[in-house]
């Protein structure tokens, strides 16, 4: 047993600072690899709402929001284009970016520990817990810019440790290469600077000796900044605000995002759900014994004499001043910007948790053997459970369906322009990715809801838009943006609405072939099946008002294995609606002799042999129930005009 904790212990004593980094680095990279987002985002959590925006931007060298962050989209693009080139998809190229940068700082919280005084393989152990956190994990499982932010962060709290020590010219120009960067990247690394002044204190002679070398060195992440203009003016087709206009360039350099996310209360019971936020997404990050011990520690340290004092006062001013900036850009929801705040918490939690294991092995063998296990077997449990969680953000493929229901609508014929229109956000990103990436929706003008909807009409286009954009902005919405009184709609297809100023429907390209009528002042003017894919039919049915409607009625959709149906289980699928087209347009908006065109997806199931697909319409009546119109029936087509 003695041989068993001396081999340890010479271990602990000899590990190599860089091969322990590069190691837990790999590991790191392994754990973020299995959970990585290889499509486009469909996520609505609050950890993802930007990378939908990053996942367009890096394929077409593109620009994002504030701040721009031009040096990671920069470096983002290239990344993105080489693995293009070799076949790799641009979202998952876009994932592995922010993955790689994740690693890396998982390696750079092993040597800032290692250079505050922990055993390697300790400092090992402790950098590990951030990786198993809920918020590097998933940041670095997503095409996000906060991995590379925490890189720069690590980076420059490394190099003023080294420089405090050595008063070296080189550990100080890449001190200041590494805080201005990672300044001018994101602005909140302002926050660590305390803690570089504190750890650079005894080297002030040297640093004003270096101080005009250190200024140029600095000035270099200014200038990255001209990449946002040259990718504007070299023909950039995403980016956000005006980066090509002088006004626009310095609004966004200058931009902070202060007075858009910092809000102060002066209500103390906000005050209190505030703290309660934030303790509560902090809990979800780590466990809270070990993010206790971690920080607890690096206080304790503040009480010893020497440099360990001054140590652990830098590092508590490291993550104190990202704790406060957490607090106060509280907006009443956890946002993305919250999320990303409390990163460098994590961090240096991690550092002073592989000071403490590594003071426990110094003091008693055994005592810090049963700490490391303690630890591990924590990090394995808070892993196990945090990974189902991140997988269902970066598995996510609701917005699929959205792409498929646009798709209906590609290549539409070159005399008819097609615009659609869908919510900027996760839909619109994730249309304009397929449209660019994966060559779907071809054919399609795709603008976001903040376009000039007036002018596209005006111009002659064919305006469409996902039903679902309704849940968010009404048809009364749109009549006001277009100045209209009222706004006709039809279906393009299942999913797929268009607005029209007049009917859009022609009566004369519509023969009443079917000419069914429903005895509700409806009638059905024709109506047509066809098969879309193997398990699938397409519905389309022409309504014809001839008189105005008293009632509000319904849709009843039925697909049947016999026909009528003998009992429920007959009925094989149903596609019933509140209301016409998708539910968006009421009988009571119809005028008389208006044709409306609406359709509707079927799904077979599995094994089914059905016959028929019977339509109606119903309403409900305060004492008699449902009333149904009469029923038509469409035989199912032959499956030779399957596509």
Same mark, same amino acid.
């Given at each position: ?171 100080? /120009? ?354 047509? /099946? ?114």
């Amino acid at each position: 047993m003695m041989k068993f904790f001396e081999k340890i212990r010479t271990m602990l004593k000899e590990g190599n600072p860089k091969t322990w980094a590069a190691v837990t680095g790999l590991v790191a990279l392994a754990l973020f690899l299995s959970t990585l987002q290889l499509n486009v985002n469909s996520s609505l959590n609050s950890y993802a709402t930007d990378v939908g925006e990053i996942q367009n931007a890096l394929p077409r060298w593109g620009l994002i929001h504030y701040s721009g962050y031009p040096l990671y989209t920069a470096l983002g693009s290239l990344f993105v284009a080489a693995l293009r080139a070799v076949g790799v998809q641009p979202a998952a190229s876009a994932s592995l970016f922010s993955a790689l940068w994740g690693a890396a700082s998982v390696a750079l919280i092993v040597l800032l520990a290692c250079e505050l005084g922990a055993s390697a393989p300790l400092a090992a152990l402790g950098a590990l817990a951030t990786a198993t956190a809920t918020a590097l994990w998933m940041d670095s499982s997503i095409a996000e810019v906060h991995t590379f932010t925490l890189f720069f962060t690590l980076a420059s709290l490394l190099y003023a440790v080294r420089f405090g020590r050595s008063g070296t010219r080189r550990d100080l /120009l890449l001190l200041a290469l590494f805080f201005s960067q990672g300044v001018m990247h994101q602005r909140s690394v302002v926050a660590i600077g305390p803690a570089i002044a504190v750890l650079i204190w005894p080297q002030l002679r040297v640093l004003w000796r270096n101080i005009i070398p250190a200024i140029g060195v600095s000035f270099l992440a200014f200038l990255t900044y001209l990449y946002m203009p040259f990718r504007v003016w070299t023909g950039a087709t995403w980016f956000f605000g005006s980066p090509g206009t002088w006004d626009g360039f310095w609004a966004l350099v200058f931009d902070n995002r202060g007075g858009r996310v910092f809000r102060l209360d002066s209500d103390w019971d906000r005050w209190i759900k505030r703290i309660q936020t934030v303790t509560g997404i902090i809990a979800d990050d780590m466990a809270w014994p070990l993010l206790l011990l971690g920080l607890g520690a690096l206080a304790w340290l503040m009480l010893k004499k020497g440099k360990g004092q001054r140590y652990g006062l830098s590092m508590t001013l490291a993550w104190i001043p990202n704790l406060l900036v957490t607090l106060v850009i509280w907006r009443g929801r956890v946002t993305d910007a919250q999320l990303a705040a409390k990163v460098p918490i994590l961090a240096i939690a991690s550092v002073g948790l592989a000071l403490l294991l590594t003071w426990l092995w110094q003091r008693s063998q055994r005592l810090g053997l049963l700490a490391s296990l303690a630890v591990t077997v924590a990090l394995i449990g808070w892993g196990w459970n945090v990974r189902p969680f991140i997988l269902s953000v970066t598995r996510d493929t609701t917005v699929e369906e959205v792409i498929a229901a646009a798709d209906q609508v590609s290549h539409p014929p070159a005399d008819r322009p097609t615009t659609l229109v869908s919510l900027w956000g996760t839909d619109y990103w994730a249309l304009a990715y397929a449209q660019e990436c994966r060559e779907q929706l071809q054919g399609l003008n795709l603008v976001d809801h903040n376009a000039n909807h007036r002018e596209i009409m005006a111009r002659g286009d064919r305006f469409l838009t996902v039903a679902k954009t309704f849940y968010v902005f009404p048809v009364s919405w749109w009549e006001e943006e277009l100045k209209v009184e009222r706004l006709y709609l039809a279906s393009a297809a299942p999913g797929v609405v268009e607005m029209s100023l007049t009917p859009p429907i022609d009566p004369a390209s519509v023969p009443a072939a079917r000419d069914f009528d429903l005895e509700n002042g409806v009638h059905v003017r024709d109506a047509a /099946l066809e098969w879309v894919a193997d398990d699938r039919l397409r519905l389309t049915v022409y309504w014809e008002a001839l008189q105005p409607m008293e009632n509000e009625y319904s849709v009843a959709v039925h697909l049947v294995a016999y026909d009528p149906p003998r009992e429920a289980a007959d009925v094989l699928y149903q596609a019933d609606a509140p209301h016409p087209i998708d539910s968006w347009y009421p009988t009571s908006r119809w005028t008389p002799g208006e044709i409306v065109r609406d359709s509707y997806a079927l799904l077979l199931p599995e094994g089914s042999a059905p016959v028929a697909v019977r339509v109606a319409m119903y309403r409900t009546d305060p004492e008699a129930g449902f009333l149904n119109t009469p029923w038509l029936s469409l035989p199912i087509p032959e499956r030779s005009n399957l596509p």
